[in-house]
């Protein structure tokens, strides 16, 4: 089983349509989250950290359930700068190396 | 001011040669990452340096693998004896060093195994 699993789409969604992706993790021991985005031919880019309150980031909220192992994201109002792959990444302190999922790709149509 | 920076930005080899990859962390940065990317894949981590030493090297998929950061800035990545299932994507993460510090990544190295 991988450590951070994620559906890998691809999901084809119009241009202000709402989307939410899941990943889930199997080391109870992480404590860190995090949504990379990474754009086709790029290095991956720090989306926002995932909190166990769950946190806002303009359109983009993430949530934390620690009891299931299961990280989501939200995009409200998708626009077509939108379109990347979404990586689910956690670790199980700061200063460890990050585990990465396959991601999601995400395809904004006009 | 500089990101991370890496190079060359694609490189081009034959089975069997050996190849070295090159990682410019951020300036003052001290933990250093590589990670490895094939297609269709996330990034998976290879060897973890805290200053000059690795920290971990658990990553790195066999012998023919090794990397050094000898005065604990540039970083450089070895491959010998490179097989075609090493064509992949090198990407090179840098970050403060502290339990809370983000990870930087560079551009990565697109290195290809005829």
């Known amino acids: 089983r991988k450590e951070v699993e994620q559906d890998p789409g691809p999901f084809n969604v119009p241009e202000g349509a709402t989307v939410a992706f899941n990943c889930t993790y199997s080391n109870s021991a992480s404590q860190s989250f995090f949504w990379y985005r990474q754009d086709c031919r790029k290095e991956p880019k720090l989306l926002m950290s995932v909190y166990s309150s769950g946190n806002e980031d303009g359109r983009f909220t993430a949530q934390l359930n620690r009891a299931s192992q299961y990280i989501s994201l939200l995009i409200r109002d998708s626009k077509l700068s939108d379109s990347a792959t979404y990586l689910c990444?956690?670790?199980?302190?700061?200063?460890?190396?990050?585990?990465f999922g396959k991601g999601t790709r995400l395809s904004v149509i006009a | 001011g500089a990101g991370v920076s890496q190079t060359p930005s694609n490189k081009v080899t034959e089975k069997g040669k050996y190849v070295e990859l090159r990682c410019d962390p951020i300036?003052?940065?001290?933990?250093l990452y590589w990670y490895r990317q094939s297609l269709g894949q996330g990034p998976e981590f290879l060897i973890y340096f805290q200053g000059t030493g690795a920290a971990d090297d658990s990553g790195l998929p066999n012998d023919r693998f090794f990397a050094v950061r000898p005065e604990g800035s540039v970083s450089t990545l070895k491959i010998q004896r490179t097989e075609r299932g090493d064509s992949a994507v090198y990407l090179c993460?840098?970050?403060?060093?502290?339990?809370?510090?983000?990870?930087?990544f560079g551009p990565g190295t697109r290195l290809t195994v005829l």
């Open positions: 300036s003052g940065h001290t933990a």
């Open positions: 993460a840098s970050s403060l060093g502290g339990a809370t510090d983000t990870q930087y």
């Open positions: 990444v956690v670790n199980s302190s700061g200063n460890t190396p990050l585990v």
